[in-house]
């Protein structure tokens, strides 16, 4: 089956514009979790949805940073009035559920990879 | 505070001979333990992964080991294989609901032909 899938896969964009990245998750899976690798960087956690549980939140750098995940399956992370030090890849991840054990492997979609110039 | 930390960040093995790669962790609530591998251009995938009931877990040339008391966990690849070169993460979760999957910075692995 189809896995995770994130567009646009490479974004370049100008200091103090918004951006919106997509992240279609694998089918079924109720948990999709952000991160983004900036370079070097290991893996920093943003956000994740559970089904229609509140989103934790507590990843995001600042407010300038947002996302949402319609009909617990679309999910898109938005950036406004992005910064130099926004550049990095943003990775998406869905799973199972969220929690521990098996069901918490996540898969990965190939990422974004923003670039604010 | 970094609560998954891998230290070394490269490591450079030549093929045929085994990779360690090292995982430590501060929280003794994780009782769930992966090992993710990431190429270029790609997002991580999952390889391995251990409960911590276990001590130990194998699957074909690679093997994770878990040393609760210590806090410490391991990733064995032997024999190593050019293709095995990536960038491997750690990670860690807990039994406590909402307990989100902590990633460890990673360490990129060199397997020399």
């Known amino acids: 089956g189809a896995g995770v899938s994130q567009s646009p896969s490479n974004k370049v964009t100008e200091k103090g514009k918004d951006v919106e990245l997509r992240c279609d998750p694998i089918?079924?899976?109720?948990?999709l979790y952000w991160y983004r690798q900036s370079l070097g960087q290991g893996l920093e956690f943003l956000i994740y949805?559970?089904?229609?549980?509140?989103?934790?939140k507590s990843g995001l750098p600042s407010d300038r940073f947002s996302a949402e995940r319609t009909g617990g399956s679309v999910s898109t992370l938005t950036i406004q009035r992005t910064q130099q030090e926004d550049s990095a890849v943003y990775l998406c991840?869905?799973?199972?559920?969220?929690?521990?054990?098996?069901?918490?492997?996540?898969?990965f979609g190939p990422g974004t990879r923003l670039t604010v110039l | 505070d970094q609560q998954v930390k891998q230290n070394s960040p490269s490591l450079s093995v030549q093929e045929g001979r085994i990779s360690i790669l090292n995982c430590d962790y501060t929280?003794?609530?994780?009782?769930?333990f992966l090992w993710y591998k990431k190429y270029p251009a790609e997002g991580p995938t999952f390889l391995i992964s251990?409960?911590?009931?276990?001590d130990k877990n194998e699957d074909g040339r690679f093997t994770v080991f878990l040393n609760k008391s210590a806090k410490h966990l391991s990733l064995h690849i032997v024999p190593s294989q050019p293709g095995d070169s990536a960038v491997y993460f750690c990670?860690?979760?807990?039994?406590?609901?909402?307990?989100?999957?902590?990633f460890g910075a990673g360490t990129r692995l060199f397997v020399k032909a």
């Open positions: 991840a869905s799973s199972r559920t969220s929690g521990s054990g098996l069901t918490d492997t996540q898969y």
């Open positions: 990670a860690a979760s807990g039994n406590t609901g909402g307990f989100k999957t902590i």
């Open positions: 089918s079924g899976h109720t948990a």
């Open positions: 929280n003794s609530m994780f009782d769930y």
């Open positions: 251990i409960s911590s009931i276990k």
């Open positions: 949805f559970q089904g229609n549980s509140a989103p934790d």
